[in-house]
């Protein structure tokens, strides 16, 4: 199994009474609870957490995009993954990822993506996400009936875009570019493998499986819920005739590690009640632009991660904000190293997932405290989930970077001397 | 009740739903927010003196299915509606057109000077002040919508509740359609480039707004009334929210008989 560390950068310093006093975090959160003077503490610890993660054995560290979020400081995903290309080395750098139908013309996406492929050595998993409602149609203004055709299209250029070795032309419905070409290619080939984060669309499984796509299910609500809709996913994988392969999948769970559960839930409950409390207090206004959700969806009754995070979020009473709801409802795996092992790998196999995003900070954790719970969980959990499928399963969806001795290393050594510049 | 007649007009390969009743001058009526999912009072009390025909829009209910998917720019949505205006045999008529219908009522007016005969705006959308936008329909949840539309909320309501024997699921994706193609239409503010092409309008136009109108802002209202080169009459229709037509429907049926007259 691949152990990958995800950061979403939640703003530590919400207020105490922000879910009381605030309609929402996202969209139209309130822009003076931002500090850029503490903002460039956070960032700054953020990637230390993140540097310090790729340095524990985790096999990839992950980022992703939000717009006008409290929870998520990551509007550009790729400046941070174009630092961490710098400063790590051996970590996957996985991008998950950028909402593509946001982008004018995408082949920035392709570009970029490539740049940081480049930098870091061909180390970067490419992420495809649609985006959030409140990220694609509210924050960024995208016609929500648009949106998912916008989506295809951008895919389809920038793969292309990454392919092709001679110039084209490309005429879209959206996207009309006389000359595609674009400087640099990415160093992996065909392209960095593409995993896509999604709902519980069907036509997203669908599409995974035509496209050989990873497909990823960022849950904040713990695997117990994400149970049935990776149950889906490899139902319609079955029907599909597509093999049971766990590295098809990917899913994001929170994880608190100390010596003793006792502990663990005394260190944590602070960090998860701010998150469950304060960074999930998604106003429903925002959850369902229509057009967003296709029709197909709508038919199957299937309710996306942000509409059920507004519906949670309402449904007053229900929402699991104290730390023993929290748990009870599975959604953080906590204990000591044996029992969140014990659970992960229960979890993983359940779920028949073979790419296991963690969120070992969350909320207002500190840099100290997300600091342990990556060193307990480096430590002393992955050495007992680690093995999980690889006896049976390959991971085809996985970078293939340049062998490491091949690799640029960082040089802090220049000193601008005439006699560095004749060498 | 009126009698209504249905018929189809066929574009593009859909099929447009088409209502009609009454008797007498010919008007033509392009529905709101949601579309028409049943005869409404106001096109009752209207058909009392006209001959009222009610074509379906893209994507609303009767609207062709999916139609509007087909639609990307606010050119596409002006040909497809001339078609099915032509269609519906309304090329020369009066034409009504009611919060995002008369959106597109006025800019096919625009962009086709000489084939509406007289043009009514009930609470216009489709020009856009960046200083004071109009409230967003898609901002707030859609149980809220009919608070937001109507200064009666009860009658929209009871406009949309699903009739007995009603598919549950069909009747609930028609109307997220419905608010999809709204949002094809006017996503994110509501302006579809009329505030260049109003001044293209040149017949009679009478605009009538709700006092109470929760949607568009009181200073949109010189845009509409100083855009047409035609002669443009405004009324405030007291105790009518945004849809003028569900809150008032005598009371706009009547104001819009007298305009129109004989």
Known sequence: MKLMWFHLMPYTELPD??????????????????????????????????????TCGFDAICVNEHHSNGYGLMPSPNLIASSLARRTSEAMICIMGNSLALYNPPTRIAEEMAMIDCISGGRVIAGFPVGTPMDTCYAYGQNPSML????????????????????????????????VNIWPHPVQKPHPPIWIPG???????????????????????????GLSTMRGFWNEMERLNKERNPYRAGFLQFVGIAESREEAMRLYKEPAEYF??????????????????????????VEGQVATAAKKATARGKTATEMQDIIDQGYIMIGSPDEVAEQLRHAAREMNVGHM?????????????AAYN??????????QVRDLFDDEWEDHWWPTPIPTPERAVPDAALDGSIAEAAE | MSDVQQSAVRVDGADFRVWTAGSGPKVGVFAGFGGLLQWTPFLCKLAETRTVVVPSLPGFPGGGGRAHVALDSQLDWLLMVREILNGAALEGEDLIGISLGAALAADVTAIWPHKTKRLVLVSPLGICDGHAPIADPWGVT????????????????AHQKMPEGADELEWEVSQIRANEAAARLLWPNGDIGLGKRIGRIFCDTFIVWGAADKVVPESHR???????????????????????DFDCPDELASMIDDFLGN
């Open chain 1, 374 to 383: 990556t060193k307990m969980f480096a430590e002393r959990v992955l050495p």
């Open chain 1, 357 to 369: 995003m963690l969120l070992c900070q969350f909320g207002n954790m500190n840099k100290q405290l």
């Open chain 1, 17 to 54: 009474d922000f879910r009381e006093k605030n309609p929402g975090v996202w969209v139209d959160i309130n822009s003076k609870l931002f500090d850029p003077a503490r903002a460039h503490h956070m960032y700054n610890d953020f990637m230390d957490e993140l540097e310090y993660a790729a």
């Open chain 1, 276 to 301: 469950y409390g304060r960074c999930l207090h998604i106003d429903p206004r925002f959850a369902q632009p229509p057009g967003y959700t296709t029709e197909a969806t709508i038919r199957a009754r």
């Open chain 1, 199 to 225: 709902g519980g669309s069907v036509e997203t499984w669908q599409w995974c499986a035509e496209m050989d796509y990873v497909y990823c299910y960022l849950s904040y609500f713990g695997y117990k819920i």
């Open chain 2, 142 to 157: 859609p149980q809220n919508l009919p608070a937001l539309l109507c200064a009666n909320p009860q009658a929209l309501e």
């Open chain 1, 148 to 179: 998912r055709d916008r989506y295809y299209e951008a895919h389809d250029l920038i793969k292309r875009a990454w392919t092709e070795r001679e110039m084209f032309s490309f005429n879209g419905r959206y996207n009309k570019l006389r000359y």
């Open chain 2, 222 to 244: 010189p845009l509409y009334k100083n855009g047409p080169c035609g002669k443009v009459t405004e009324r405030v229709l007291n105790g009518a929210g945004h849809q003028a």
